[in-house]
Every structure is written in C-alpha cells, then in structure tokens.
C-alpha cells in the first residue's frame, strides 16, 4: 500500500516557476512508474509528465521542456518542477504511482495524491 502526499503549487505569475513534491508514505519500490496528471477548469485530467525506476522521463508535448520530473527513490520522493508557466498551466495536480507499468493514461495508475491546485497569472 502507497499513501502519496503532495505539496508545493499556488499562485505565480507567468513566466514564473513553482515546483511540485510528492511523498510517499510507504515504499516506492512497488511502483514502478511516477507521474504527474493535471485538471484544468472544465477539461479532463491529462497526462503531464512520468519517471520510471530507472530515471526514464516522459512528458507531454504542452509541457516538455518547461517542466522536469525527478525522483529520489531512497527518500520516496518525486518532484515537478515547472518553469515558464503559462496560463493555460492552471489546474489541480495530481501526483500518482503506478505500479507495474508506466503508462501516459490516468486509469492505468493505482495510487493518487490529493491533488494540489496551481494558478497562474497573465
């Protein structure tokens, strides 16, 4: 069993930079894959980024090379840091564990953050 607990977001003006945490309860080592998942205002949660065991990044096209995903496997921790932002960038994000696969798709992942809420400014 994995219990995940975020924290970091809020609100930055664009072009600003937050970063993102995420922490594991119990060991990570079941899960395989870390990812990020985001839920703007009236749109479906969508796919942000994930890490695999091995440090394998994956990112969607709205967010790649702005934002960067990382974790600490010894401290069952994972990061997003995001630079850059945009507008469009506000949404509630969800950190979640996956635990044998990696996968882009939310319903692939077995375990979920409480979400944590990034706003940012024009």
């Known amino acids: 069993q994995v219990t995940l607990v975020q924290s970091g977001g809020g609100l930055v003006q664009a072009g600003g930079s937050l970063t993102l945490s995420c922490a594991a309860s119990?060991?990570?080592?079941?899960?395989?894959?870390m990812g990020w998942f985001r839920q703007g205002p009236g749109n479906q949660r969508e796919f942000v980024a994930y890490i695999t065991w091995g440090g394998h990044a994956e990112y969607s096209d709205s967010v790649r090379g702005r934002f960067t995903i990382s974790r600490d496997n010894t401290k069952s921790r994972v990061w997003l840091q995001m630079n850059d932002l945009k507008p469009e960038d506000t949404a509630v994000y969800y950190c979640?564990?996956?635990?044998?696969?990696?996968?882009?798709?939310?319903?692939?992942?077995?375990?979920w953050g409480q979400g944590t809420q990034v706003t940012v400014s024009s």
């Open positions: 119990g060991s990570i080592v079941d899960a395989n894959c």
């Open positions: 979640a564990a996956n635990r044998e696969g990696y996968s882009d798709r939310d319903q692939d992942y077995d375990y």
